[in-house]
């Protein structure tokens, strides 16, 4: 059996709201383990995104473990996080977020640089081209497509061939021929790099791409279906 890359033990989130404390998450515990696809389902308001955040050390559990690659999550001190999401974790977003004032190629780039990639701008053109956006390094976010700007994302997210790859609704801004293409090229990353996929989705058929989906509700694991093992 597979080893976990990622393993959540009694994982509690709880954030301060205007009226008091709110448990967004509460008690939960999976593993996922290396190259497999995780789609992540449920109503509005039920733990998803913040589920994904925990995972990637975007928001710090207040109780219980989040265990990455080894790392304790929960234990490590902010610049240790960015360290970590830096050189394991690609994290793509429904908005994009783009820095506006750089070209296609310097979004991409620029990550890698500040891991000290000495070829990061070829690195960055050969994932852009991977993309269908080799004609389209130049321009700025504010001259592409919202499934452009996504592609940028997905390029951004790839190029350190992180070993986890994590997507909050990134259909969820786009028409659905748009939408699809992105699905493919995430699905495309899980397969040619052995990125582990972990998504959230409100889309029917993007979630039953996945290997496995786990359904939230009220904050708890509702359903947690394995259809297939990771190859």
Do not use: W
Request: proline share 4%; hydrophobic share 45%.
């Amino acid at each position: 059996m597979s080893m976990p890359i990622l393993s959540l033990k009694d994982a509690d989130l709880t954030l301060d709201g205007n009226a008091g404390p709110v448990d967004i998450l509460k008690g939960i515990t999976l593993s996922v383990v290396a190259g497999e696809t995780l789609g992540l389902i449920g109503p509005s308001g039920s733990g998803k995104s913040s589920l994904l955040m925990l995972m990637g050390g975007l928001e710090r559990a207040t109780a219980g473990s989040v265990v990455a690659l080894d790392h304790d999550l929960t234990a490590l001190g902010e610049d240790a996080l960015a360290r970590f999401r830096r050189d394991y974790m690609g994290v793509v977003f429904q908005s994009f977020h783009l820095i506006p004032t750089m070209t296609a190629l310097e979004n991409v780039a620029t990550p890698l640089e500040l891991a000290g990639a000495r070829d990061a701008f070829d690195r960055a053109s050969a994932e852009l081209e991977a993309v269908g956006l080799g004609a389209r390094l130049g321009h700025y976010p504010a001259q592409l497509s919202g499934g452009e700007q996504q592609r940028v994302a997905l390029a951004r997210a790839a190029a350190p061939r992180p070993a986890i790859l994590l997507a909050d609704e990134p259909t969820g801004n786009l028409d659905g021929e748009t939408g699809a293409q992105i699905m493919d090229l995430l699905f495309q990353l899980n397969a040619s790099h052995n990125a582990t996929l972990i998504l959230v989705t409100h889309a029917a058929e993007l979630a039953d791409r996945c290997q496995r989906v786990i359904r939230l509700a009220d904050g708890q694991i509702a359903d947690d279906h394995l259809k297939q093992a990771a190859e």
